[in-house]
């Protein structure tokens, strides 16, 4: 089986490249924006063709929450044409996709966790065009599993976790927003779901595409950012404050947690406890120094 795995150099692309040596009867093609550009139909027409593509795994996704509220076109380009690239040509192949979609889909406003098929209503413009590239996934005919996810972090790129173990080591203080709820989840626990529903390789339903998945448990900003100064052993202060008191372009939601039954109940997986990953994570950080 050949997999083309799209934002390689990513969280969860680079998690995925690293469990992917335990899995050696599968050829595994790593692409970043540079190796192979997926607004460029053309490229990826070329690219799954040549290389006789199966699956894909696509974690590319223009992410910059607050950039995004001022450059929609930039967004657009890879969170929706990228998107509808690779569902036609995995379509040309008879092959299957997995998505990777986001919490920001939803506004915030509920008080239980979402499941796949609560109301959508987006915030912001990435929220807005991750909800139409999920529209391109759930319009085609191809066999594809979007899996929405929430507050991603990994001991590579740029993430929350890695931000708040570099400022704790900088700083006596740090204000973190406590009134925004939801769930952190360790990429690798999300690339060992991706590659484990790679490997059923079962027949998708067409009408059951979307899927949640995050750690378990519920927590916020602040308590994560405490967790954090509590895992890497550093001495800095964590101050709660309020959303309005730190401004951002774009509007969060205030409530974002994930129902991950579906996903436990089709692919039986257990999902680890987030304080309990995040630890995982800070050691293998510590480890790596």
């Known amino acids: 089986?050949?997999?083309?795995?799209?934002?390689?150099?990513?969280?969860?692309?680079?998690?995925?490249?690293?469990?992917?040596?335990?899995?050696?009867?599968?050829?595994?093609?790593?692409?970043?924006s540079k190796s192979l550009d997926i607004t460029n139909a053309d490229?990826?027409?070329?690219?799954?063709?040549?290389?006789?593509?199966?699956?894909v795994i696509n974690c590319a996704a223009y992410t910059n929450v607050d950039k995004a509220e001022e450059a929609l076109e930039e967004a657009e380009k890879v969170n929706v044409f990228g998107v509808e690239n690779l569902v036609n040509s995995i379509k040309s192949r008879g092959g299957k996709l997995i998505h990777i979609s986001t919490d920001y889909v939803f506004?915030?406003?509920?008080?239980?966790?979402?499941?796949?098929?609560?109301?959508?209503?987006?915030?912001?413009?990435?929220?807005?065009?991750?909800?139409?590239?999920?529209?391109?996934?759930?319009?085609?005919?191809i066999e594809a599993i979007i899996i929405?996810?929430?507050?991603?972090?990994?001991?590579?790129?740029?993430?929350f976790m890695k931000t708040m173990i570099r400022l704790g080591e900088e700083?006596?203080?740090?204000?973190?927003?406590?009134?925004q709820i939801g769930t952190p989840t360790y990429a690798r626990d999300l690339a060992k779901v991706c590659l484990h529903i790679i490997s059923l390789d079962r027949k998708i339903d067409r009408d059951?595409?979307?899927?949640?998945?995050?750690?378990?448990?519920?927590?916020?900003?602040?308590?994560?950012?405490?967790?954090?100064?509590?895992f890497g052993n550093l001495p800095c202060a964590i101050n709660p404050i309020e959303s309005k008191e730190y401004k951002t372009l774009a509007k969060r939601p205030h409530y974002s947690v994930l129902n991950k039954q579906k996903v436990k109940n089709d692919f039986t997986i257990e999902v680890p406890y987030w304080r309990d990953s995040l630890k995982e994570c800070i050691l293998n950080?510590?480890?790596v120094k």
């Open 285 to 287: 950080i510590k480890q």
């Open 43 to 55: 490229l990826v027409d070329n690219f799954i063709e040549k290389y006789k593509i199966d699956r």
């Open 148 to 159: 929405r996810t929430s507050w991603l972090y990994s001991t590579y790129g740029n993430n």
């Open 1 to 32: 089986m050949n997999i083309l795995v799209t934002g390689a150099n990513g969280q969860l692309g680079s998690e995925i490249k690293e469990l992917s040596l335990s899995y050696p009867n599968f050829r595994f093609f790593f692409e970043d």
């Open 107 to 141: 506004n915030g406003e509920s008080f239980l966790p979402y499941k796949e098929e609560d109301n959508i209503a987006p915030l912001g413009v990435y929220g807005i065009t991750k909800r139409r590239g999920e529209e391109v996934v759930e319009s085609s005919s």
């Open 171 to 179: 700083k006596e203080s740090l204000n973190v927003v406590y009134d």
């Open 208 to 230: 059951s595409k979307i899927y949640h998945f995050s750690n378990e448990g519920v927590t916020s900003w602040y308590d994560f950012a405490k967790a954090i100064m509590e």
